[in-house]
């Protein structure tokens, strides 16, 4: 589209294939393709109109010279305008504009970056037009967990400590002939957090690990360094309904023991609570498949 007078029109070719359409051919950045079906796809006409496939089956998008912007039938265009001559792929990468959490905190940029506290987040992302995305988390690393994505968002738990935080990684795809991009999005954790338990959801064991807050230590398997964690007083599990279902205290913090079974409490949601000899108490959601 060009303005002319203030009005919107189409792009212009003075001559055929001579003028404003001619220009981001030639720059690169569209290339020749024969996928005619693809969204987001130019549409050259014999003489000096364009237009756009959308994502409906054999319609096109286009503003006719100083009329309506006109979703039709590739053929259902004024006489003047010709008939589909020619195909251009985009050739560039799609790019991340930005990212939302929870309908809240916006950061702009490439590498989003978001607290986030336990519990379940929403993360909406942003990019070039006609960008298809898709979300991961590194499978060997805990404290994130994906249970949703759809469109342009994705639906995770955080159930855990992370220290170092998480990252949820983004594949974007624009249907241009250039591979498609990655970026990643690092969620971390509020100040103050000093329980680890993961994976989320288990179908029977999970591990609890906790951190010294000063030496910003993780305690692997229960063996410390340094001065000594802040270790809990004790450890419970509760249900739904906030009735206690398990006390893991002798387990975890007597036996040393930071695997532990769930397996017989049930399929459902529980709550591990960790209370801290300073009175400070922690609790993390965990599901029982």
């Known amino acids: 589209m060009e303005y002319v007078n203030g009005r919107q029109e189409c792009l212009r070719e003075p001559g055929l294939y001579g003028g404003a359409v001619s220009t981001y051919i030639n720059d690169q950045s569209f290339m020749p393709t024969a996928n005619t079906t693809l969204p987001g796809v130019i549409v050259r006409y014999q003489y000096d109109h364009s237009a756009i496939v959308v994502n409906v089956t054999n319609r096109f998008f286009s503003k006719w010279g100083g009329g309506p912007l006109v979703r039709h039938a590739p053929g259902d265009v004024p006489p003047a305008y010709g008939n589909p001559s020619s195909y251009y792929q985009c050739n560039y990468p799609s790019k991340l504009t ?15 970056s978001f607290e986030a506290s336990t519990g379940a987040h929403q993360i909406d992302v942003y ?7 898709s979300f991961a988390t590194q499978p060997s690393v805990p404290g994130i967990s994906i249970y949703g994505q759809y469109a342009n968002t994705v639906l995770f738990d955080k159930p855990a400590y992370n220290q170092q935080g998480r990252y949820i990684f983004v594949t974007m795809s624009n249907g241009c002939t250039v591979p498609s991009a990655q970026t990643s999005i690092y969620v971390y954790d509020p100040p103050g957090a000093s329980m680890m338990v993961y994976p989320v959801p288990t179908d029977d064991k999970v591990t609890i ?57 049930g399929k459902g949601t529980y709550y591990i609570k960790a209370t801290f000899k300073d009175g400070f108490v922690e609790t993390k959601r965990v599901i029982v498949n």
């Open 98 to 112: 930005h990212a939302q959490i929870d309908n809240g905190t916006i950061s702009y940029g490439t590498y989003p």
């Open 209 to 265: 690990q906790f951190a010294d807050l000063e030496e910003k230590l993780i305690m692997e398997d229960m063996t410390y360094g340094g001065e000594g964690p802040s270790l809990p007083v004790s450890i419970e599990v509760f249900n739904g309904n906030n009735i206690k279902v398990a006390d893991l205290s002798e387990e975890v913090i007597v036996r040393k023991n930071n695997k532990v079974s769930l397996a017989h409490l």
């Open 127 to 133: 990019g070039t037009p006609h960008t298809t995305y």
